[in-house]
């Protein structure tokens, strides 16, 4: 009887899934990660160029992926559709809805560039611009992150996740939705857009730089979620600029509120931008998912403030 009673409460502790009195949450594998890059910037999708075959396949994965973890798209379908340079571009956009009936109004956008520059100057007889780093990482990141809020739906605030196209011609894609969203008169909070993620800062205490971390206390409020150094500046981002140079971009000049891009690539840890060399092979998968896991609960304590705590500097 007494085998019996500790076999039963062994069952019961298992299926609670319990650390510490506290349920345990799911957490990303660098396994995944690595799977999700490897399709992204695989030669099947000849670098993702915006309104070839193969960026279209990539927004099919995407899709499958959102559908696969029941996050709902934010318009009547998941491709947010425009035309650029006389092609057809489509953003790719999830939406899970706060828990929260006040603070549901409020958006959060996680963002990352799905496209690529499709070839480059060949090497060998390579000359696919697979687009490893740049931005399958991000890309996979804000998945991942999608996968994680679905299960968990610890978010009070809603939560977007745009992976975004014809970036690579001039950040049209973020340009595009951040009109839209404009127009209709959208409550955003926050915007963290992920780019090239895939390799560590050398030299740094903090895992990830934000392009204009000294605009707004999003770094430094990152940090307290995290209990940890996190992010940090990047002299680098600050002398090209690069606050200016990515997805982000769009929504600060569209809605003045914190908009920065993530990234622990300063391009001086990473030799292929915009080259064929941008391969999987590349990748420091163990480090991107120790960036992604820590990086989730600072976006769920984001999500969950009674207030507004993160601010742009006057």
Do not use: W
Not at 52 to 66: P, Q, W
Not at 180 to 205: H, Q
Request: aromatic residues 10%.
């Amino acid at each position: 009887m007494k085998h019996l009673f500790l076999v039963l409460m062994s069952l019961a502790l298992l299926s609670c899934n319990k650390t510490n009195g506290q349920v345990e949450k799911p957490s990303v594998t660098s396994n995944e990660l690595k799977k999700m890059v490897s399709y992204l910037s695989s030669d099947e999708i000849k670098g993702r160029n915006t309104g070839t075959e193969g960026i279209d396949k990539a927004a099919a994965f995407i899709e499958n992926k959102f559908k696969a973890f029941n996050v709902k798209p934010y318009y009547k379908t998941y491709r947010d559709s425009f035309t650029v340079k006389g092609k057809q571009a489509f953003n790719v956009i999830g939406f899970i809805e706060g828990t929260d009936k006040k603070l549901k109004d409020e958006i959060i956008i996680l963002g990352a560039h799905y496209d690529h520059i499709g070839f480059g100057k060949k090497v060998g007889n390579d000359s696919i611009a697979n687009g490893a780093n740049d931005n399958a990482t991000g890309t996979s990141a804000v998945i991942a992150m999608a996968k994680y809020f679905s299960k968990v739906k610890s978010n009070r605030r809603s939560i977007m996740f745009a992976l975004f196209s014809a970036e690579e011609l001039g950040l049209e894609g973020s340009k595009h939705l951040a009109e839209r969203l404009k127009e209709s008169d959208a409550n955003i909070y926050t915007v963290v857009n992920f780019e090239m993620i895939g390799v560590p800062l050398i030299d740094t205490k903090h895992q990830a730089f934000l392009t204009g971390y000294e605009l707004s206390n999003m770094g430094e409020k990152m940090n307290s979620y995290a209990k940890k150094d996190l992010i940090g500046a990047s002299d680098v981002s600050k002398k090209y600029n690069l606050f200016m140079r990515s997805d982000n971009y769009a929504f600060y000049k569209a809605f003045k509120v914190p908009s920065h891009t993530l990234s622990s690539c300063d391009l001086t840890n990473f030799d292929h931008y915009h080259q064929v060399g941008d391969e999987v092979e590349l990748l420091d998968f163990s480090f991107m998912a120790g960036l992604v896991n820590a990086t989730i609960p600072t976006i769920e304590a984001m999500s969950n403030t009674p207030t507004q705590e993160i601010k742009m500097y006057e």
